[in-house]
């Protein structure tokens, strides 16, 4: 418990004063941060490197709860659902999956939850 308290009072320090700004420190219901990160590696390249630099690099894992269902549009996955509308910048569901896969690989993702569309993630042979 002490260790989780360590890395997310670091990963607060880092958002506030170095990168994101005051206002990116706000938190959701959850305790999560609600950064203006629009690039999805860079959100664990952060942890990774907080993780690190607290010294935890070799007992701290990441767990994601992606609420794909929130940016599924017509089939496919709109990972940019915060701007205007634009179907040419959605993705298919392997390309979805080929991103996660790229996670796992490149970070210490050892958790995943809701990473395709609720009621049709068992057509796609994902989930």
Known sequence: MCIGAEVYHNLKNVIKEKK?????INM??????ASNILENKEVLELLKNVIGKAGYADKVIIGMDVAASEF???GKYDLD???PDDSSRYITPDQLADMYKSFIKDYP???TEDLFDQPK???HGHG
Do not use: L
């Open 28 to 33: 959701s219901e959850e305790g999560r941060f």
């Open 109 to 111: 993702v050892a958790s």
């Open 20 to 24: 994101y700004g005051k206002k990116a």
């Open 81 to 83: 659902f915060k701007s």
């Open 121 to 123: 993630a068992h057509c």
């Open 72 to 74: 599924f549009r017509s």
